[in-house]
Nanobody, 127 residues
Framework: QVQLAESGGGSVQAGGSLELSCVAS????????MGWFRQRPGKGREGVAR?????????WYGDSVKGRFTISKDNAKKTLYLQMNSLKPEDTAMYYC???????????????????WGQGTQVTVSS
């Protein structure tokens, strides 16, 4: 069965950096679309970044993180990454990785089109 396990969350001051990791198992990692979502207190789950099977050639970022966050993956390690720089207090959220056999374009923001989710890792940014 598909399993995703995030790590790397923590508490940082505004302007700082964190790198999240998501280790995958139970499926062919190099295929499909992978993404990072976040859920802030009292809000719905929102897409942060997505990456397709061909890696950096097919990435998408939410407007609020463009230029600050970078998504990448290592197929050999079956690991998805999210490098987060210039963090802001509004980036405080629980961050989840997810995977889908659908294309990134089709899966998009619709959480029901994503087949598997990790348990989440908390990121807290203080001002």
């Amino acid at each position: 069965q598909v399993q995703l396990a995030e790590s790397g969350g923590g508490s940082v001051q505004a302007g700082g950096s964190l790198e999240l990791s998501c280790v995958a198992s139970g499926y062919i990692f190099s295929r499909g679309c992978m993404g990072w979502f976040r859920q802030r207190p009292g809000k719905g789950r929102e897409g942060v970044a997505r990456i397709g099977p061909d890696g950096y050639l097919s990435t998408w970022y939410g407007d609020s993180v463009k230029g600050r966050f970078t998504i990448s993956k290592d197929n050999a390690k079956k690991t998805l990454y999210l490098q987060m720089n210039s963090l802001k207090p509004e980036d405080t959220a629980m961050y989840y990785c997810a995977t889908t056999g659908n294309s990134c374009t089709y899966a998009s923001e619709n959480t029901r089109r994503w087949g598997a989710w990790g348990q989440g890792t908390q990121v807290t940014v203080s001002s």
